[in-house]
């Protein structure tokens, strides 16, 4: 097929890549054999009782794989088998990519879970998966020993924050904050519940070896994805290997070894997996771990301290580090590459973030099922005006098909659905047939995004399906267009639109939610004016309601 956007790449890209058949763990094993002293994560946090001062302390990639050795093993002592899945429920801390990697080893299968689900949440994912092992924090141990007797667990693992902080840190964590925020927990009496750091000081060195081959399933990555009810994406270990690759060959200039990476967005996500954690343990960088990103004196501290050179995130990241009013006590000037991802980045916030920082923010598209990275605005390249997610990224092919049937290709500008084939494509969902059939058809993932291809192979969302607004006239209103105008408005901090049913009319109206900047003052009035002035008719909302913060 045609490839427009080949010629679009930025000069180091390459179109094609040669991907090593090996599992993804892989990775740590080569980074510990090329720069075993070379720090592998920095972690910790700030310190209020110490006017909010940054206290971290660093892991190299020889201690990581150290410790990654002996928690196979005590996996394996557990009776974990390749195959069986192991659900890690923790934020982005050291204990995180050590259960990683450790599951991978003995050939189990990674299940992440968002710490902030509920019950509810956490059992569904639970028994879908049919996960022997969970490996949990322990603020949120109640939750998981709360629904326990609903699932097929086996086995719990709980750990600490705090484990892995700095000396005085720990004190004072122990001290000041561990009972008062409920991050002390007695496992004593639970059955078949062990500390994490008990099992590593009784586990052998190593675990025994098991053959991982490419073809197998290394992570079930839950998603709601396109429509219906949370389903468990089947991504193996080329699909792992392969979009960790092609990230890093997108940032072509990045040095081996040398890399330091911002870890914000949750490493329990596919972009954060994908882009912060594996693409930075192939290339022996450093990650520097943020567990909570709305802590925003961690982040800067960070940036300041660590001098972060690559910084994915999502959009309201950026819009927190650019309008923080403190931003010019600190450096952040090594910032080079930032792709941002799971939203739509309004031209306003790419802008004032790269003027702040001088480094370049391109918008990226992904979907879980695609592990999740599929296209990228180049680095350093021609940019689009508007919003458009760049150019598919190396050996990955797509297509705009039509609404109707899904079927017919359609030409360069039209409007249709994004469909997606690359070796980054997941297997299927986990026993979901129908679903999977319904998504993977003819070799093609059909994403339930809206999008069009212009002449050069740029890429543009639309919309999602089910996001588009059917207006009150029949016109179909797309939520992006209408939210990329109100950032554009120097008053509004952030802003998402929705469609609302209006009295007993047919289809929608359009409701914009807005946070202000810090200090300014807006009517309803002034912000649906505004619209009128920069959209048609139809496109304007009838609906303004002032947030202090949207959910995130």
């Avoid at 930025?10 to 054999?33: E, H, M, N, R, W």
Wanted: glycine share 8%.
């Amino acid at each position: 097929m045609e490839k427009p956007w080949l010629n679009e790449y930025d000069s180091g890209v390459p179109a094609t890549i040669d991907y090593p058949k090996v599992p993804v763990q892989q990775f740590l094993v080569d980074a510990a054999a090329k720069f075993p002293n070379k720090t592998a994560l920095i972690y910790g946090n700030v310190v209020e009782p110490l006017g909010n001062a940054l206290m971290d302390t660093s892991m190299t990639y020889g201690r990581l794989l150290e410790l990654t050795y002996r928690f196979a093993a005590a996996l394996q002592q557990l009776g974990v088998q390749k195959g069986d899945r192991v659900a890690v429920h923790l934020p982005n801390c050291p204990q995180f990519t050590i259960a990683y990697y450790a599951t991978l080893m003995v050939g189990g299968v990674v299940v992440p879970c968002n710490p902030q689900y509920v019950a509810r949440e956490l059992e569904h994912q639970f028994n879908d998966s049919g996960a022997k092992v969970a490996v949990t924090i322990s603020l949120t141990y109640p939750i998981v020993k709360q629904i326990r007797d609903k699932t097929k667990l086996e086995h719990v693992i709980v750990t600490n924050v705090k484990e892995y902080f700095p000396g005085l840190l720990k004190f004072l964590f122990t001290v000041a904050t561990e009972k008062k925020e409920g991050h002390f927990q007695d496992i004593s009496g639970d059955a078949d519940t062990y500390w994490f750091q008990d099992l590593l000081a009784q586990a052998p060195t190593k675990p025994d070896p098991v053959e991982v081959k490419p073809e197998d399933t290394g992570v079930l990555m839950y998603t709601g994805g396109t429509t219906g009810v949370s389903k468990g994406a089947q991504l193996t270990h080329r699909n792992l290997v392969a979009n960790a690759i092609q990230v890093r060959w997108w940032m072509w200039d990045s040095k081996e070894g040398e890399e330091v990476m911002l870890t914000a967005v949750p490493l329990f996500h596919s972009y954060g997996m994908t882009v912060a954690m594996n693409q930075t343990v192939y290339i022996g960088g450093s990650m520097v771990l943020i567990p909570n990103p709305r802590i925003l004196d961690h982040v800067l501290k960070s940036i300041n301290k660590h001098k972060p050179t690559l910084f994915p995130g999502v959009p309201a990241m950026y819009v927190s580090v650019s309008s923080n009013p403190d931003v010019g006590k600190y450096d952040v000037s090594t910032i080079r590459a930032c792709i941002s991802g799971a939203a739509g980045l309004p031209p306003e916030v790419q802008e004032s973030f790269e003027r702040l920082t001088g480094g370049k923010l391109v918008e990226g598209y992904g979907l879980s099922e695609a592990t999740p990275v599929t296209h990228c605005n180049p680095i350093y390249g021609k940019r689009k005006e508007g919003s458009w997610i760049g150019l598919p990224v190396p050996d990955t092919e797509a297509v705009i098909k039509d609404l109707e049937t899904g079927e017919s290709i359609l030409g360069t500008g039209d409007i249709g659905e994004l469909c997606l084939r690359g070796p980054q494509v997941m297997k299927g969902y986990w026993n979901m047939p129908t679903e999977t059939a319904n998504t993977l058809r003819d070799g093609w993932l059909h994403t339930g995004d809206i999008a069009r291809m212009d002449h050069d192979g740029f890429f543009q969302i639309v919309d999602r399906k089910k996001d588009m607004i059917l207006g009150t006239g029949g016109y179909n209103i797309y939520p992006r267009e209408v939210e990329d105008v109100l950032y554009e408005n120097p008053k509004v901090l952030e802003a998402t639109v929705a469609g609302v049913p209006v009295g007993k009319e047919r289809g929608e109206r359009v409701k914009a939610y807005v946070v202000l900047r810090p200090g300014e003052t807006a009517t309803e009035d002034e912000i649906i004016e505004y619209c009128r002035d920069n959209l048609a008719y139809y496109k304007v909302p009838k609906f303004v309601e002032f947030r202090d913060e949207l959910p995130k």
